[in-house]
């Protein structure tokens, strides 16, 4: 999409995220305010998650777009968590890539619609490895949709 100029967008999904997880007190309700509102940052500007996820931005043009999304995403995971209590498993980053991934794919087949409803699966991988099945899916639940 001509127009979308990414650094700035991607500088306002960063501050949505941040903004979000700062106003939770307890770790895990932070990471779940984030995932939410970057969730709903591709809800509410489906053109601009677009061009954030396009094939052209992540791959091509703008390889290093790519890198600072799932890096800083992952160290807004990373701040705050319990890293004693963390289960084996692969990085932050690699779990971020793939929560991006799957919210790219829903964006860019149009799913809006179920995008919302993916939010707390979202939630449950983020906290999975530091907090296990049960409590990470405690988390999720929480969250209201």
């Known amino acids: 999409m001509a127009g979308v100029n990414v650094p700035v967008a991607l500088d306002e999904l960063e501050t949505e995220v941040l903004r979000a ?3 939770e007190s307890e770790w895990p309700a932070a990471v779940a305010a ?3 509102a970057g969730v709903g940052f591709a809800i509410e500007r489906p053109a601009i998650a ?3 996820v396009s094939e052209r931005t992540l791959g091509g043009a703008s390889p290093d777009v790519y890198g600072r999304l799932i890096g800083r995403l992952a160290g807004f995971i990373r701040a705050g968590a319990p890293v004693d209590a963390r289960l084996p498993a692969s990085t932050d980053e690699a779990l971020v890539a793939g929560m991006v991934g799957l919210v ?3 964006v860019r087949t149009g799913r809006l619609d179920r995008l919302a409803e993916l939010r707390p699966e979202l939630v449950l991988l983020a906290l999975l490895p530091y ?3 049960e409590e990470a899916r405690h988390w ?3 969250v209201e949709k």
């Open 131 to 133: 907090l296990g099945f």
């Open 104 to 106: 790219g794919d829903h």
């Open 21 to 23: 997880c700062c106003r």
């Open 50 to 52: 677009r061009e954030l």
């Open 34 to 36: 984030g995932v939410y």
């Open 140 to 142: 999720a639940n929480l």
